[in-house]
């Protein structure tokens, strides 16, 4: 099977974010990048659909070189090869430009299922994976827990709120992973080192054949807005405390 | 050239979801300082009757596709549907709800329409005749402001945020055809399977009371449900919780969890791990109980007892049992 998993590079989870002081983006110096954390999902998924029915993956990510770090990453995991787009006109791309390339490089490659995380934890947009299936013409079924494949039939459990879908679809599709799907494994020392040697083929958008046209920007990027301080509720007596928080809930905040 | 602010309506078994009311109301606000009308999609089988629900929060028109293959939800069917009567009538302005549905619909609609979508958005206005939407980015850690290039300029607005506000107003039903060739859809549900627990979703909940490893196993999370019942709210918990074992996935509130947006949501046994204030910063009032003084979640609460949460919280249910 021709299998394709689609990664970002982001800050990690832990890391601090400042925006610029013109608002035009975030200071990226200091920054622990690693793989997007549903991308994980999702390439641990890739990983075991081969080795269920056999063929390989290819990591497609975009981004500036650090970026090659993560594919690196993903090879070390276990997939077979890589590509990497990078092109400073796709850098902090909108999600309508960043699946266009994306699907612009898959349709130059074989594919029979194709997997994304369900978002990126930079832009927490969660459009991608929706918009490259548009592209490439195949179904999508996002953000799921549970996969199966058969033939070329794929079903899979997405939960919505208070129930659980059972969705059904063919193959070729995009599939888009959550938590739950699985628990990515972690690249072993062998698989490090055999990494290094994986292909992976660096491509600007106009070997692509690719023009980038954004269909949104982000205009300005400020820190959230500043809550004013907590108030500490002082004492000894739970059932003091308690009952004076109660109080405010109710006289202050107005919320019960 | 493009006119009209246009919502897409979402139905579940034979009833509109509260974010619908949600984005109505907010359409109608955006439609008014336009000078506009608002426009509501509604999809499914049999859904007439549910426009005028939709007309009562400030709806002018309402486009009704009935046809049996829009029934349940699927992306593919749906997508096609709205594309088609979004292509026909030209919108300046396209909202959905960041619900679970709208949020897989809405992200396949900006591939079908070749547009730029906000997703998420916590506020939204317009400005110089467009729309300007804002929403938490690296997890709430800052905030965008997204312009649209694209038509329509879409956006997807977090549920609970925005005031479902009565405002009656037509509602007239304009029938189209959704042209749907059911033998070319690719996506099917086989199965809906219910939570059995009937349980509000944290997504939807006014309330949350969330546990942590604080809680010391799944036996402690009754005080929180007792409280939460009361309060006409549901049960959320920490990863590490979930983790344990303890409660669902379902429960998870934080990064790789759900993003709620209560009006209280009271941390019991949560230290306050940057990934767990991404899914509940957004919260109207915050509420810790820790025994640990220096715990991160502090620095986040309107109001915090320092103190241990199995004296708190049956505290809590106790004094809110007097006033309710
Ligand atoms: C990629 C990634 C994604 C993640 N996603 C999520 C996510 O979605 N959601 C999430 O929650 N976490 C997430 N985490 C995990 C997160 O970093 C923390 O580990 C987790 O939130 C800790 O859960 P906790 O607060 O329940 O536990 P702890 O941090 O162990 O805190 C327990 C707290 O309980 C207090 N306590 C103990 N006993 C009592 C008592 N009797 N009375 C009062 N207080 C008591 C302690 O003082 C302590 O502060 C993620 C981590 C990573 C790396």
């Not at chain 1, 002081?21 to 390439?43: C, L, N, Q």
């Not at chain 2, 959905?96 to 609609?109: E, I, M, N, P, T």
Request: net charge negative; with cysteine.
């Amino acid at each position: 099977m021709n299998i394709v998993a689609c990664v970002k590079q982001v800050p990690d989870t832990e890391a601090l974010i400042k925006v610029k002081a013109d608002g035009s983006g975030i200071e990226e110096g200091g920054i622990k990048w690693v793989m997007s954390p549903y991308d994980e999902f999702g390439v641990e998924e890739a990983l075991k659909t081969k080795e269920k029915f056999g063929g390989e993956v290819t990591i497609v990510s975009i981004g500036p070189a650090r970026t090659m770090e993560t594919v690196r990453t993903a090879l070390a995991m276990g997939a077979e090869k890589g590509i990497h787009i990078d092109d400073p006109a796709l850098y902090n791309a909108d999600a309508y430009a960043t699946a266009s390339a994306l699907a612009a490089a898959i349709k130059g490659i074989p594919h029979d299922i194709i997997f994304c995380g369900m978002r990126a934890i930079d832009d927490d947009s969660g459009q991608v994976g929706s918009i490259l299936a548009e592209l490439l013409g195949l179904p999508s079924v996002t953000v799921i827990t549970k996969l199966d494949i058969e033939g070329s039939t794929a079903k899979a459990i997405k939960p919505i709120e208070g129930a659980q879908l059972l969705i059904e679809t063919s193959l070729p599709c995009v599939i888009t992973a959550q938590k739950g799907l699985n628990e990515p494994r972690y690249a072993s020392l062998p698989g490090i080192m055999k990494a290094k040697k994986k292909p992976v083929e660096v491509k600007k958008a106009a070997d692509l054949g690719l023009t980038v046209e954004q269909k949104s920007t982000v205009a300005k990027m400020s820190p959230p807005p500043a809550r004013p301080p907590g108030k500490i509720i002082q004492g000894d007596d739970p059932a003091a405390k308690a009952a004076e928080v109660i109080r405010l809930l109710r006289e202050e905040a107005k919320v019960i | 050239m493009a006119k009209g602010v246009w919502i897409v309506a979402e139905q579940r078994d034979g009833a509109l979801r509260k974010i619908s009311f949600e984005i109505a109301s907010t359409a109608r606000k955006l439609a008014d300082e336009l000078g506009d009308e608002v426009c509501a999609v509604l999809l499914g089988s049999g859904v007439e009757a549910m426009a005028a629900e939709l007309a009562k929060y400030g709806v002018d028109k309402v486009f009704v596709a009935d046809d049996a293959a829009l029934e349940p939800y699927t992306t593919d069917a749906h997508a096609a549907a709205v594309a088609k009567v979004v292509k026909e009538n030209d919108p300046a302005i396209l909202l959905l709800g960041a619900s679970v549905q709208g949020k897989d619909l809405s992200s396949r609609l900006v591939g079908k329409l070749a547009t730029g979508m906000a997703s998420d958005c916590t506020d939204i206005k317009i400005e110089g005749g467009k729309l300007l939407a804002t929403r938490p980015m690296y997890s709430g850690k800052t905030f965008g402001d997204i312009v649209v290039s694209g038509t329509p300029q879409m956006a997807s607005l977090r549920p609970n945020v925005f005031p479902a506000v009565e405002n009656a107003k037509a509602g007239e039903v304009v029938k189209f055809d959704a042209g749907l060739d059911a033998g070319a859809l690719k996506t099917k549900v086989l199965e809906v399977q219910k939570d059995a627990s009937g349980k509000i979703d944290l997504t939807e909940a006014d309330v949350i009371v969330s546990g942590g490893r604080g809680m010391k196993g799944p036996e402690g999370y009754s005080v929180l449900e007792e409280l939460a019942g009361l309060l006409g709210g549901t049960v959320g918990a920490s990863r590490a919780a979930v983790d344990a074992g303890w409660r669902p996935q379902s429960d998870q509130v934080g990064q790789t969890g759900k993003v709620v947006s209560p009006n209280l949501y009271i941390a019991c046994g949560i230290s306050g791990a940057i990934q767990h204030l991404a899914g509940m910063s957004s919260s109207k009032y915050i509420v810790a109980i820790n025994k640990d003084p220096e715990a991160p979640i502090f620095a986040r609460a309107d109001y915090g007892i320092v103190d241990d949460l199995f004296k708190v919280v049956p505290e809590l249910t106790a004094a809110a049992k007097k006033i309710l």
